[in-house]
């Protein structure tokens, strides 16, 4: 699990893991803890302009 203090939103990829797409940070390599993962798509749903609500 990635241990990085702050993932912003454009360092985050996305790697195969067997059949299982998973959000992965760029500089280490490592995927994303929930709260990082939490967090990214909260960034990535405001930044589409869509509500939390739906």
Do not use: R
């Amino acid at each position: 699990m990635c241990e990085c203090a702050k993932v912003h939103m454009y360092e985050v990829e996305f790697k195969l893991d067997g059949m299982i797409v998973v959000p992965t940070h760029k500089n280490c390599g490592f995927a994303l803890n929930e709260k990082q993962a939490g967090t990214f798509q909260k960034e990535l749903v405001k930044s589409w302009g869509l509500d939390e609500e739906e």
